[in-house]
């Protein structure tokens, strides 16, 4: 659904928290919201589904004004995700993805699948259902917010500051995640965040706030390479050049040749023979499922060392919505030059090599010179 705020205005007693805002979100984007604290942006998205009210101007959704909208059946239909999640602690996972769906009064069998694709849909097994919020890490329960906000297939999704509350380590992987899910569910998605690296790695286009009025909104990479002034420059910080690396990711450098891919239960020493019959270094072993179990190294001899043949249980892989950034950091911090790429749900989707990441990135620095 496409989101359109015309001119809206928001007063807090004399204070002016959004001001003249003019907004057209496109159908299935991304939307960041961000700016600093107090500067209109949750303001701003509260206002969409009604939570806070405006004082002028107009909000349209599907060219509907809201205000002709029944506020809880429009609220109904808005997915909503914030920080603090807000489970209720005493629903199992099941029930309280189920809330909107049992208000909606759908049939018991509808619910049951639905539950189930979603918990799939966020990478929980079917256990989690029975859990209850306390018996779940933090991060587990903002992939169950998630579920829950997208329960009765929402068009629209609102997030406010989801992942704040989150460890830099988990944060990162729900990132990754969430992009996966993204590109499945192709949501309108207005998303308030305080980190630029987040808004710079999630959004299709960045909204920068401050004071209540919009400074700039454009595609990231418009914004990288022509900050509209000052404040977005300090905002971008000075390695702005580097943080477009960002907006590429894994998935845009996988490779689907230069290795071999075999079955887990194959013998190591079948699995050798392969190797040296097709002159391949690298064989990946995976399940019936395309999940990466581990993976072989033949090591070619040479004249002080004896060829090697190296089994890995447990292979460093790469997310395919890992950015540039992190892949390189990965690899250079691992000491590899060649890692296994995976999606969300941990099937083996390829390889990632540095010389192509390099060549590549090369390219485009050589074009973008001339």
């Known amino acids: ?33 961000i700016g600093p604290s107090g500067c209109g942006k949750t303001t701003t998205l509260r206002m969409i589904n009604r939570l806070t009210s405006f004082d002028e101007g107009n909000i349209l959704i599907n060219n509907k004004p809201i205000k002709e909208i029944n506020p809880v059946e429009l609220r109904r239909n808005i997915g909503y995700v914030i920080q603090e999640i807000g489970l209720f602690p005493h629903f199992s996972v099941f029930e309280n993805i189920a809330i909107v769906p049992r208000l909606l009064k759908w049939e018991q069998k509808k619910i049951d699948e639905r539950v189930k694709e979603l918990l799939e849909l966020v990478t929980l097994d079917q256990s989690f259902a029975h859990k209850f919020p306390l018996e779940l890490s933090g991060g587990e329960r903002q992939r169950v917010g998630l579920a829950r906000a997208l329960a009765a297939e929402p068009e629209i999704l609102l997030m406010d500051e989801p992942f704040g509350a989150i460890d830099p380590i988990n944060r990162l992987k729900l990132q990754d995640s969430f992009l996966e899910i993204q590109e499945e569910i192709k949501k309108t998605i207005v998303f308030v965040t305080h980190d630029i690296n987040e808004a710079i790695k999630l959004g299709d286009k960045i909204a920068i706030i401050n004071k209540g009025n919009l400074v700039q909104y454009d595609e990231v990479s418009q914004i990288l390479s022509n900050p509209a002034n000052e404040f977005v420059e300090n905002l971008l910080g000075q390695d702005r050049n580097i943080k477009a690396l960002s907006l590429k990711k894994a998935k845009d450098y996988v490779l689907k040749d230069g290795f071999i891919t075999v079955l887990d239960t194959e013998s190591p020493d079948s699995v050798r023979k392969k190797l040296e019959e097709k002159n391949i270094k690298i064989a990946f072993a995976l399940d019936t499922k395309n999940h990466l179990k581990s993976r072989y190294v ?73």
């Open 1 to 33: 659904m496409m989101i359109e705020l015309i001119n809206v205005t928001k007063k807090f007693g004399k204070k002016i928290a959004v001001n003249h805002f003019n907004l057209h979100i496109e159908k299935g984007s991304l939307t960041m919201f």
């Open 298 to 370: 033949l090591e070619k001899a040479t004249k002080t060392k004896k060829q090697k043949f190296i089994h890995n249980p447990a292979p460093w892989i790469i997310e395919r919505q890992n950015n540039i950034n992190e892949t390189l950091s990965k690899m250079l911090e691992i000491g590899e030059n060649q890692l296994p790429v995976v999606n969300r749900k941990k099937e083996f989707v390829g390889i990632v090599k540095l010389s192509h990441i390099f060549e590549e990135v090369n390219k485009k620095q050589i074009i973008s010179e001339e």
